[in-house]
Structures are given as C-alpha cells and as structure tokens.
C-alpha cells in the first residue's frame, strides 16, 4: 500500500470511530484484517497526539465548532494535522493537496477549499514557525562567514 493510500484509509478509519463514537484502538480492534504498518502508525499518533491537533483545529476554525464540521472533513483534518505535526518527512504540499483529493472524492462540494484553508493556516502554524527557525539559524551561519571579493 503506497501513503496516498495509507492517509485514505486512516481518514476513513478516524471517520468510522467518529460515527461510532469511539476510540481508534476500538475500531482497529473490530477490523479481520489488520490495516497497512503507515495507517497504523498514523492512527496510533493521532490518538497520542490527539488534545493538539483539537487545539489547533479548534484555534484555526474559529467560529465553527467540530462537531460541525461534515464528519468525513473532520477526519480528513485530524489525519493531516497528524501528519503536519508528527514529522517534518512529509511535505506540506503533500498533505494538503492528498487532504483536498480526499474531499473531493468522499465529501461535500465546499469542502475542498475549506480544508485547504484550513490546513494552509495550520502548516504555517506548526510548520512555518520551524521554517522560520531554520532560516535564521542559517542566517547566523553565514554571518559567520567571511566574504570574499570575487
């Protein structure tokens, strides 16, 4: 199974537990066959991770409660915001545009661009402020350097 693949199925997973109201680990459990190692270790960090990724879905859907939120959209978030969060691996640009993909084939007609939105303000969030980081350390760096005339 491919990651495009993996991230559909731990989507509809997190939907299945959302309409059941329960726990991941109660679905997994229910399941014959036991999904791919990738949705494994995708659900297992978004239930250990899953009070951050509420915060920050909450902070960036301000005005909009979760719970209404079209069911399959709020899977889709919490599986990409897992993937924003639990690793700097995956590209932005990725998860975004597989989340979009993903509501575009299982949801309703407004949901693409909304979870767009709402995922493009979260990478930057979480991801941004690493970006950030990162150029300024490399700032620093090259302060370092002495230049030369060429």
Not at 7 to 12: F, G, H, I, M, S
Not at 71 to 80: I, P, S
Request: glycine share 4%; hydrophobic share 35%; aromatic share 4%.
């Amino acid at each position: 199974m491919n990651k495009t693949d993996a991230r559909e199925r731990a989507a509809l997973l997190l939907f299945e537990s959302d309409s059941k109201n329960q726990t991941v680990d109660a679905t997994l459990a229910e399941l014959d066959v036991a999904p791919d190692k990738y949705v494994v270790a995708l659900l297992e960090d978004y239930s250990r991770l899953s009070d951050r990724i509420a915060t920050l879905l909450s902070d960036s859907t301000k005005g909009w409660a979760s719970d209404r939120l079209p069911g399959f959209d709020r899977a889709v978030l919490r599986m990409a915001i897992t993937e924003l969060v639990r690793s700097a691996d995956t590209p932005v640009g990725t998860v975004i545009s597989e989340a979009v993909k993903l509501c575009e084939t299982y949801s309703t007609p407004e949901s693409p661009r909304f979870v767009n939105g709402v995922l493009g303000t979260i990478a930057h969030n979480v991801r941004g402020v690493d970006l950030i980081r990162s150029q300024e350390q490399n700032n620093e760096h090259s302060q370092d350097v002495p230049e030369t005339d060429v």
